[in-house]
Each structure stands twice: as C-alpha cells, then as structure tokens.
C-alpha cells in the first residue's frame, strides 16, 4: 500500500511538505505543489482510505452543501434526499456557505462526514482535490457549470432536449423572439450558466430571437418583480413576445409585475420558467414551465453517493424532463 | 470552583456514577439520577463550561433543527438567520430530525456547537438538560407547546392577539362560523398547538362557532388539496362560512379545491390562513393571512444566542404580527 513517504521520495520532497500540501497549507511553492499533486494522483495515494481499510469506520452522515434556501425548488428536492437518506440509515445535515467560507468547510467536514452533497453549489478545485485525498465523495445535484480538475459526478435534466421543446412549442404559438431573465455571471447562481448555454443554443437550432438578455444579482420574486416593473415602466414599448425566466420564481415576479402594470398574458406578453414548484401552478394565469423531477432525485443521489462511499465510481445521471403547458403560453 | 468529585459527595455517590447521569447512561436507577441531577442543579455544576472558561475555545458554530423543508415559510427563516450568522461571524447547520433519531443529536452536536437553535421543533426533557450540562443552550423560534423542565427561551408572535385580529375582521364581514384545518396532535408538528389553543380561545372570545375541526397529517398543499377535494365531494353541503387554516399553503390548497369544485371564493367560502407566505399573495383570489415577521427573526435569534453563549440569560421575545387582509375574506 502506498504510503506519504512512497510520494515524498518520488516527488523528491520530505514528508513534511507532502503533509503541507495534502493539508493545503499556503507554504508550499506553486511548482511544488503541482509536482506533489501529481505523484499522489500517479500513486493514487489516499491516507483516508487506508485508516479506512484498518478501521473501517463510517460516520454515516453526509454532508448537503445548499445554494438557495429560499427557492422551493431546493426544499423540494432536500425533501426527497432526505427521505432517501433515512432509508439507507444516513443522516444528513445542509448547509449554505459563502465562498470565502470555503476553507472552514474542511475542518468541519473532515472525520465526520462519509461524502458530499453539492446541491446547485460548487467548490474550488483545490477543495474538491481535498475530500477527495480525505476520502470523501462528491456528488452534485444539477451540472456544475464548471466541473474542471477532478470531475465531480452530478445528476441533471438533459437543459438541451427541454429548452429545445420549449422553443418548439413556444413557435407553436407563433412566438418569434424572447427575453430571458437570468442570474448574473457569478459562483453562487454558477448551475444557472448551464441552463443559459442550452437556451442559446436551443434557440439558435429553432430559429427564435433572443431579443434582450436580462440579468440579475438576486434569482428570486422581488428581484424579478422589481426589476421588469422599473424597466417596462421606463420603456413600455417592447419588441419581444415572449419572456423566458431561468427558474419559476422569477417567471411568478415576472406575472405579478404585468398584473401590476395592466400588461395581460399572454395575449401582450407570454411567461415561461423552469423547475415547476407548486407556485407556478397557483398564479393567475398560471405558468407553463419546464418540470424537474424533484421527487425521482433522492433516490438516484443517494443510490451513487452510497455506490461512491463503498469505493465503486458512478457516472452522471440524466433525469427525464417535460414541458408542462400552462395558461402563460398560447 | 463545582466539581464532579462536589457533585458526587453531596448526592453520596461515586464520581463515576455522576459521569453515567451526565452522559446520559441508562445504567443508573431512575431515583439515583433524580438525585444526582437536583444536586447538579443545585450547585450549578457545568463541566462544560468549566473547561470553556480554561479555554475559552469555541466552534462559532450553531445547529438550527428544522422541521418542514417544504415549507416557505421555514426557508425564509432561514434566510434571515444565516444572514444575521454570518454578520456575528457563526457558521451555520441546518438539520431536520426525526423523535427517533434523537439521540444521535448529542454524539453530533457535543463539542461541535455553540448553541442549538429549533425551527418549529421540540426536543425531550432530558436531551435539554443533556444540552445544559454541556454549556450548549437552546433557543427556538415559535413558541414549544410543551416547554416543561427547563424551559427553553423562544420568540413568537402573540397567537391569541393575532387571532382575535383575524376574528374581529371576520366578523365585520358578517361570517359567524368557521372550519379549522390543522394538524393531527403530533410531535413533529407541535408548534401547531399553539395556533390551535390560541384560536379556540379566541373564538370563543369572539363568539364565532367553529362547526369543524379538520385535522390532516401533513400540512402542506397537496394534503390540504386532496383531503378538502374528498370531503367536498362526499358532503356538498357545509354550514360554516369560512374555513381558517393553520397556515398559509393549506389555504392555498384550499382555493386550489375550490376552484376544482367550482366553490366561489369569498363569496361561497371564506379562506384565511397564517404565516403570510410569498405564494399567499399570488393566488387567485389571494389569501387574507396573519403576517408573520420572518425577516425580524435572524437579527432577534442570534443575539439572544450569542447571549446566551456568553452565559447570560435572555427572556422570552414578542414579535409584532399583522392581518394582511387580501381576496378571501370580504
């Protein structure tokens, strides 16, 4: 079994500074680094694995790292997990971090967590080489939009196939250019880049105008309500017929702004979102959108999270998606 | 400075007995742990605390229990407490538990925590005074139903002012009798009892008549949908004027079911509900509802939990609630 002295010789480093590095500590130069990197990734050394193989000790928790507490749309699918983590005997806890958290995560998770949950999150490469060294899995629910270095597996809807059929169905109607509300290029909305992508490309292939690219900080209600309230009021005149928002929220702010500004939809001004949450059922009109199989979630993260734990490797999961036509399109 | 060897020599028992009642053994006879805990109360004996004040070592981590993801109201809790966290610079989880899993609390939280906070929850007499005894204090947001041994500090709004608010609205409206949709008498949704008494006293005070008490296991959407959907079905006819219900996403399946039904709303059936979620105010008709100070929560936690960590003791908070009088009630 490789051992940190095996890497320390090839790497032609002491220990020590094999430990530096493995605890990412900042007194290692740069080239040094990389080189030691290398070795343990040629080697595959990981010292968690071995005091594993002795002690075969499990914490049986895992770790849920949270992006959005305040869109449903997480609650529904933390739900489903943790359903499914109580059937497989783990128990979870969730957590949210800001980015320059990142490095308190590793202290707290190292020992006491058997894997990793990133639920619209993402992680620096240097702490996804982390765990991984550790011996903790990561798994990620919805494509990171940025998955270099060691690939985290992840789980997501086919964003291509279902903003395809929305165009589809959108040039149905007659529609022939959008707007489309998203989040700003930023790590904290990161999985909303991949939905971005399919879009752009889904209306190229179908031919549809993308006639204005609205961004925001914030992916919620009140920032979409605001937001097209101040801008339609400033210029009531828009060339587009159809919005597009990247999650449901922003498509239910998006109809409450037109109620408030006498626009009707979708006679004036089709709404489209994505996800499904039980809101877009209930607005008036009510909100066609791309549905997300939150429920079917639990299972297959828990299934591959268990399957990463015991050592086997796991592929991404496609999840089926459909359109769910309300009264926004017609 | 109390001791363990002080505690054991005034209940007449030996250090390690004390040690088996503080960790919560089950091999000490019910009286001798009675025993051994009035004289811990007594003296205040608090190890933990000891070894602080040695130390001085805390995590600036707090565990929040959460009780129902799937409720919006709860993740905007949330929100706000992670904000006003992180301004005090603590680091937050969030966990949701089953009664059963309790036990598993205390290995997880011992040494990891500052503090415990609960979010509609409740814990047991004894996993409180286990708490206790390791310096970790406890605040919950809502007010426990069952706040016996030693009582948990809590915020709330006043249940019997806001409820009599809602019923003197009702009344100028001309209902006089209403149903209540609430939940089953469960631990899980035990904050829901609060609600529950402070209505019927409330009632009575307003001399309204609740003609039906209707209970569901789960207080969410699709419950409060399904069960009404059946129970309208079967029996057209009802003779309350309005139907009350614990919180706001059963009262929007509530006009949901109406709607199905054909049951016009106000003007067939009142609806009101409490907590003044988002979707609330954009259903069709939107809900009248008891406005909830969510986003006051985080800043009013944390200092009373801070407080507490510094060892002092915090009372009770009253927060200011609201009706918020929409398109089910007229």
Redesign the interface.
């Known amino acids: 079994m490789v051992t940190r002295k095996d890497v320390a010789e090839r790497a032609g480093v002491s220990v020590a500074v094999v430990s530096y590095v493995m605890n990412n500590k900042s007194n290692v130069k740069e080239a040094t680094r990389n080189k030691v990197l290398a070795v343990i990734e040629e080697l595959d050394y990981r010292p968690n694995l071995i005091a594993k193989s002795m002690k075969t000790k499990k914490t049986q928790?895992l770790?849920v790292l949270v992006n959005n507490?305040?869109?449903?749309f997480e609650?529904?699918i933390?739900?489903s997990l943790?359903k499914s983590a109580?059937e497989r005997g783990y128990?979870?806890?969730?957590?949210?971090f800001?980015q320059d958290?990142e490095e308190?995560l590793k202290s707290?998770f190292a020992g006491?967590v058997d894997g990793i949950i990133l639920l619209g999150q993402s992680l620096s490469i240097t702490t996804v080489e982390y765990f991984h060294l550790q011996g903790i899995p990561i798994f990620s629910i919805m494509e990171p939009s940025f998955n270099e270095g060691r690939e985290v597996p992840f789980l997501d809807i086919d964003w291509g196939s279902a903003m395809q059929q929305l165009f589809v169905h959108l040039k149905s109607c007659g529609y022939q250019s959008i707007a489309y509300l998203t989040a700003n290029e930023q790590m904290n909305s990161h999985h909303y880049e991949v939905r971005n992508r399919a879009l752009m490309q889904a209306a190229k292939e179908e031919d549809i105008r993308v006639d204005e690219l609205i961004r925001v900080d914030v992916c919620n209600?009140e920032t979409a309500y605001s937001h097209l309230l101040a801008r339609w009021t400033a210029q009531p005149a828009f060339s587009y017929q159809a919005l597009l928002c990247v999650n449901d929220l922003m498509a239910?702010g998006a109809?409450?702004a037109c109620k408030k500004l006498g626009i009707s939809v979708p006679e004036q001004l089709a709404v489209a979102g994505c996800e499904d949450i039980?809101?877009s059922s209930?607005?008036?009109p009510a909100i066609t959108t791309i549905h997300y199989p939150r429920e079917a979630i639990g299972e297959a993260t828990l299934e591959r999270m268990h399957a990463l734990i015991q050592g086997h490797t796991v592929t991404h999961v496609t999840l089926a998606n459909n359109l769910v036509i309300r009264e926004t399109t017609s």
């Not at 507490?69 to 449903?72: A, D, F, Q, T, Y």
């Not at 128990?91 to 949210?96: D, E, N, R, T, Y």
Request: glycine content about 6%; aromatic content about 16%.
């Open positions: 928790q770790a507490l305040g869109n449903p609650a529904g933390l739900i943790e109580m128990f979870l806890f969730f957590q949210k800001q958290q308190s707290l006491r209600f239910a109809v409450a039980l809101m209930q607005t008036f």
